[in-house]
């Protein structure tokens, strides 16, 4: 069992920054990939991104390559997501997700293992 936690949501302007954390618990971070996903309400979950287990590779969503770095800490077992230039169309609930590392990292957030809580970000226009 892996248990992720996710911080760093909150309400912002168009153009601001912001940094989602989520840390995980229960096995070893380092076997997992670790995928950042997003629902806006009334709308299907959606891939923004995706780091493998040991950090080497990262995959973006085209919505927000070159605005959104996924990045991870396998000493504090935390993956970040550093949003800048934020949109309107930014908002969502942003879930952190875990897929044990048996293949390359996937943007199907039906294969993913574990699941966050979820964390708003509101971008306001």
């Known amino acids: 069992q892996v248990l992720l936690v996710e911080s760093g949501g909150g309400l912002v302007q168009t153009g601001d920054s912001l940094r989602l954390s989520c840390a995980a618990s229960g096995r070893t971070f380092s076997n997992y990939h670790m995928g950042w996903f997003r629902q806006a309400q009334g709308k299907e979950r959606e891939f923004v991104a995706v780091i493998s287990a040991r950090g080497a590779s990262t995959y973006y969503g085209d919505s927000v390559k070159d605005r959104f770095t996924i990045s991870r800490d396998n000493a504090r077992n935390t993956v970040y997501l550093q949003m800048n230039s934020l949109k309107p169309e930014d908002t969502a609930v942003y879930y952190c997700?875990?897929?044990?590392?048996?293949?390359?990292?996937?943007?199907?957030?039906?294969?993913?293992?574990?699941w966050g809580q979820g964390t708003q970000v509101t971008v306001s226009s």
């Open positions: 997700a875990a897929r044990y590392n048996i293949e390359t990292p996937t943007t199907d957030w039906r294969r993913y293992d574990y």
